[in-house]
């Protein structure tokens, strides 16, 4: 079984200054694993892939929060010395996350409650004859 493009492309990425990239393609095929160069290119030239961005900005997002600040204690201000320790503050800072803080952005209402608040001020502000345009 072939392994994934992005794990050829880093190990490439790894090597390429020392080797180039066809003869350490050519070293993979020896080995079995069939990959054009063009592949690699194409590859360095596509954009980031949604869950690529995600996962780049939850890891900032949990380092920011596990790792210790400045003053040397940990955001949570309670150690994490286990997984176990982590797995139990996780749930907790992902609901403040997901909910709790976009749901204070909201006052406090429920997301399909505050579209309908909205669009109800949009339609009193078109009777009385203001110009209010919907945001997306």
Not at 27 to 37: C, D, K, T, Y
Not at 91 to 118: C, D, I, K, Q, T
Request: hydrophobic share 40%.
């Amino acid at each position: 079984m072939r392994p994934a493009t992005p794990l050829i492309c880093a190990f490439i990425d790894a090597h390429r200054d020392r080797f180039g990239v066809a003869p350490i393609r050519r070293a993979l095929s020896v080995h079995g694993i069939q990959f054009a160069p063009r592949t690699y290119w194409a590859h360095l030239k596509a954009a980031p892939s949604k869950r690529a961005l995600w996962d780049a900005t939850i890891t900032g997002v949990l380092a920011g929060i596990y790792e210790t600040g400045p003053d040397g204690r940990r955001p949570p201000h309670r150690p994490l010395r286990t997984l176990a320790d982590l797995e139990d503050i996780t749930p907790a800072w992902v609901h403040w996350s997901s909910n709790h803080r976009l749901m204070h952005r909201l006052g406090r209402r429920p997301p399909a409650e505050a579209e309908a608040g909205y669009d109800a001020d949009l339609q009193a502000d078109q009777k009385a004859g203001t110009q209010k345009t919907r945001r997306a």
